[in-house]
C-alpha cells in the first residue's frame, strides 16, 4: 500500500523522508526528556546530594527537549503535509493522464460518479498516511521499540511485564480489522451509490420540476442518503467498543510493572534507579501508542481506497500506437469488423468503405449500431476483430493525439466547459489567435449573438454553458470544430433538439463545416441528408443496403418505411 502510493510522490518523496527524519529526531527528544526526569527523579527520591547548579542544568536539559521536540515535530508535519499534497498532486495528473488513454464507452458506462468519488474522496483518504502516519506512525512505532529494547537492556522481567498490556489492544484490533474488512464493501458500495444518485438528482433537477415527480426522485435521493448514513453508523458501532478497549488498553504500560515492580523493589530484587527507569519509560510510551491506535482505523479504508483507485484507472488502455505521420488521404474503410458490448454482439463483421470529400449518411432504426460505428471510428473502443483504416493505416498504429487530431466529432449532447465563449471555440486549435476563434465562430452563425452579449467573447458560459441557449451552445461546438479543421467529420444527431430557427442556422454553419471533409452524419431526421453521396441503411449492426437517396427509394422498403416516418413526424402537428 504504502509503495502503491509513494511511487507517486517524485520529487515530494524528499519531503516525506524529511519529514519522517524530523519526527523521529523528535521522539528521540522524548526519551531524552523522559530519562532526564528519571536522573532528577531517583536522585530525590535516594537522597542524594544534588546541587542547585546540577538540578537546573536536569531541569533546562528537559525543557531543552521539549523546546526542541516540539520544533522539530512541527518543522516535520510542515514537511510532511507540502509532500502529502504534492503527492496527491501529482496522483491526480497522472490519474487525469491515464484516464485520457481509457476506452470512452468505458469512462461513459462508468459514471461520473466513480470518478468524482476515485478524484476526489479516494484521493484525499491517502493524505492521513502520507502526511500522519509515515512521518508521525513509522517513528512512533520505532520509538516504542527503542524502548522497549532499553527497559529489556535494564531489566528483563520488567521488559516482559512491560509487555503485558500489547495484548490488550492486539488481539481485539486483530478482531476489529475482521469485521472491517467484512463491512467495508458494502460501505463503499452504497458511498458510490450516493455520489450517483447527487450527481443524478443534481443534474435532473429541470426534468424532476417539469414532469412534478419531485416527490419520487427526492425520495430516491432520501433513501441513498439514509443508507449512507446508517452503513456508516454501522461501520462505527461495528469498532466502538473495541475501540474504547484497545484505547484504554494498549497505553496502560504499567499494569504490571509498577505493582510488581514495586514488590520486587521492596524485596530488594530490583534497584530503585532501574524502577524509576523502567515507569517513565512506560508512561512515556503512552503518547506514542495511543497516536499508533489513532491511525489503525484508517488503514483498512485507505487499503480499500488504493485498491479502488487501481480499479478505476490502471485499466487497459485502448490500443494505440506510436504513429504521428498522418495518411496521405483521408477515405474510412471498416474491414470485416465486430463489435460486443458487454458480451452483446453489436456490429457483426461489417465492411464498408468512406471515401475521401464525400458525406456519408448512417440511418437505421434505434440500436442498430449507427453511433457505435461512429463511435468505433474515434476509438472509443477497440473493436473486436477486422480493423478500422484512415488513408489504408490501421487506427490503432496511431498514437491518440495524432487519430483526434484527424476527426472532428459533434454529438447532440453539446458540452461547453467553465469559463468563456472564446475559451471553449480556442479548445479547437492550440494557440488559435482571437482573429481565428472569431472567424470560426463567423463560420458557425454564432457570432452575431456573441457580440450582443455584455462581454462579447469573453462572456462566461457558466457550469456546461448552462448561461447559452440550446441552439447557440450547440453553434459554439460548431465553431470549436470548425476552428480544429480536422479532415473527417462526425455529426451524431447535431441538429436532434434545434427548433427551425437554430436549425436553419446550424445547418448552415454544417455545410461550412463538412465542406471538403470525409463526413459522417447519423440523422432520425432523414431530410437533412438526402443530397449525400451515399446513405447505409444498418439493421442489427450489418449493412442492410446503400446506395444515394433517390435509388434507396426505389430499392429498399426499410429506408422507404424510414423516409415516411420521418416525413410524418416532420410535418406532424397538435390537432386541436
Not at 68 to 79: A, C, P, T
Request: glycine content about 8%; aromatic content about 10%.
Amino acid at each position: 500500500m504504502m509503495g502503491k502510493t509513494l511511487k507517486y510522490a517524485g520529487e515530494y518523496r524528499k519531503y516525506i523522508n524529511w519529514a519522517t527524519f524530523l519526527t523521529f529526531l523528535s521522539v528521540i527528544c522524548i526519551i531524552v526528556a523522559y530519562y532526564l526526569a528519571n536522573k532528577l527523579l531517583v536522585g530525590f527520591l535516594s537522597k542524594e546530594s544534588m546541587g542547585f547548579v546540577y538540578v537546573m542544568f536536569i531541569c533546562g536539559g528537559i525543557a531543552l527537549s521539549k523546546v526542541i521536540k516540539g520544533f522539530l515535530q512541527g518543522w516535520g508535519l510542515k514537511l510532511s503535509h507540502e509532500g502529502a499534497f504534492g503527492t496527491l498532486y501529482n496522483m491526480r495528473v497522472q490519474f487525469a493522464k491515464d484516464v485520457t488513454n481509457h476506452s470512452l464507452g468505458e469512462i461513459i458506462d462508468n459514471g461520473t460518479g466513480v470518478y468524482k468519488k476515485g478524484f476526489v474522496e479516494d484521493i484525499n483518504n491517502l493524505e492521513k498516511i502520507l502526511a500522519h502516519f509515515i512521518p508521525e506512525g513509522y517513528p512512533n512505532i520505532f520509538l516504542v521499540i527503542i524502548l522497549y529494547v532499553i527497559i529489556f537492556i535494564a531489566d528483563w522481567r520488567m521488559g516482559f511485564l512491560s509487555l503485558a498490556s500489547l495484548p490488550l489492544g492486539i488481539i481485539p484490533t486483530i478482531v476489529m480489522f475482521k469485521k472491517g474488512l467484512k463491512i467495508m464493501p458494502k460501505y463503499y458500495k452504497v458511498k458510490n451509490d450516493l455520489n450517483s444518485t447527487i450527481i443524478e438528482y443534481i443534474s435532473g433537477m429541470e426534468v424532476i420540476k417539469v414532469f412534478g415527480n419531485t416527490a419520487a426522485s427526492y425520495g430516491k435521493y432520501v433513501k441513498s442518503v439514509e443508507m449512507n448514513r446508517d452503513s456508516t453508523i454501522g461501520w462505527f458501532r461495528s469498532s466502538w467498543k473495541i475501540q474504547a478497549i484497545v484505547g484504554a488498553g494498549l497505553p496502560c504500560t504499567m499494569l504490571l510493572t509498577l505493582p510488581v515492580g514495586t514488590y520486587m523493589y521492596s524485596t530488594g530484587v530490583l534497584s530503585l534507579d532501574v524502577l524509576i527507569l523502567v515507569l517513565m519509560f512506560n508512561l512515556s510510551m503512552a503518547v506514542p501508542l495511543t497516536k499508533i491506535i489513532s491511525f489503525l482505523p484508517f488503514i483498512p479504508s485507505v487499503n480499500h481506497a488504493v485498491k479502488n483507485l487501481e480499479l478505476i484507472f490502471n485499466r487497459e488502455n485502448v490500443c494505440c500506437g506510436l504513429r504521428t505521420q498522418k495518411p496521405e488521404n483521408y477515405e474510412v474503410r471498416f474491414e470485416n469488423v465486430s463489435f460486443a458490448y458487454q458480451e452483446t454482439d453489436v456490429i457483426g463483421n461489417l465492411s464498408l468503405v468512406l471515401h475521401a470529400d464525400t458525406l456519408t449518411a448512417f440511418v437505421g432504426e434505434s440500436g442498430s449500431g449507427k453511433s457505435t460505428l461512429a463511435r468505433l471510428l474515434v476509438h472509443y473502443w477497440d473493436v473486436k476483430s477486422g480493423r478500422i483504416t484512415i488513408g489504408g493505416i490501421d487506427i490503432r498504429e496511431f498514437t491518440n493525439e495524432t487519430l483526434m487530431s484527424m476527426v472532428s466529432y459533434v454529438a447532440q449532447d453539446t458540452l461547453l466547459f467553465s469559463g468563456t465563449i472564446a475559451d471553449n471555440i480556442a479548445m479547437g486549435k492550440v494557440g488559435a489567435t482571437r482573429d481565428e476563434i472569431i472567424e470560426a465562430a463567423k463560420s458557425a452563425a454564432c457570432h452575431d449573438f456573441i457580440i450582443k452579449l455584455e462581454n462579447g467573447y469573453d462572456t462566461e458560459v457558466g457550469t456546461l454553458g448552462g448561461k447559452l441557449s440550446g441552439g447557440e451552445r450547440q453553434r459554439v461546438t460548431i465553431a470549436r470544430a470548425i476552428l480544429k479543421d480536422a479532415p473527417i467529420v462526425i455529426l451524431d444527431e447535431a441538429t436532434a433538439f434545434a427548433d427551425a430557427e437554430n436549425e436553419a442556422l446550424i445547418q448552415q454553419a454544417l455545410s461550412k463545416l463538412l465542406n471538403g471533409k470525409t463526413s459522417i452524419v447519423i440523422a432520425h431526421r432523414l431530410n437533412t441528408i438526402i443530397n449525400a453521396d451515399n446513405i447505409i441503411v444498418l439493421e442489427n449492426g450489418e449493412i442492410h443496403a446503400q446506395d444515394p437517396h433517390k435509388d434507396l427509394l426505389k430499392s429498399c422498403p426499410l429506408y422507404k418505411n424510414l423516409w415516411e416516418r420521418s416525413e410524418r413526424a416532420v410535418n406532424w402537428s397538435l390537432e386541436i
